[in-house]
Nanobody, 121 residues
Framework: QVQLVESGGGLVQPGGSLRLSCAAS????????MGWYRQAPGKQRELVAA???????NYADSVKGRFIISRDNAKNTVYLQMNSLKPEDTAVYFC???????????????WGQGTQVTVSS
């Protein structure tokens, strides 16, 4: 089983910055991609940013130019640098990875517990 441990959430003022981290551990054969999703109260969970094992990235339109996703393959860790934060960014942010735990199983989604990000003055 893959465990995802998140850190970096909290309360920040509009225009401020936060850096989220997510480290994957456990029995991991390979990781295809890692990313961040978020869900605000009453809203659908949405993709914020993702990065593949090859380094390709994808961002939601609402965060382009403000957020940067990166990864450290040696540590199986993904980061989300969040700049110029807006109240609309307030949500629970979930770390996600698509990974194999063995060659007999297909790649599977694994999720972190979620970390609260609140942008408010």
């Amino acid at each position: 089983q893959v465990q995802l441990v998140e850190s970096g959430g909290g309360l920040v003022q509009p225009g401020g910055s936060l850096r989220l981290s997510c480290a994957a551990s456990g029995i991991i054969l390979s990781i295809n991609a890692m990313g961040w999703y978020r869900q605000a109260p009453g809203k659908q969970r949405e993709l914020v940013a993702a990065i593949t094992s090859g380094g390709s990235t994808n961002y939601a339109d609402s965060v382009k130019g403000r957020f940067i996703i990166s990864r450290d393959n040696a540590k199986n860790t993904v980061y989300l640098q969040m700049n110029s934060l807006k109240p609309e960014d307030t949500a629970v942010y979930f770390c996600n990875t698509v990974a194999r735990i063995s060659w007999t199983n297909r790649p599977t989604d694994y999720w972190g517990q979620g970390t609260q990000v609140t942008v408010s003055s």
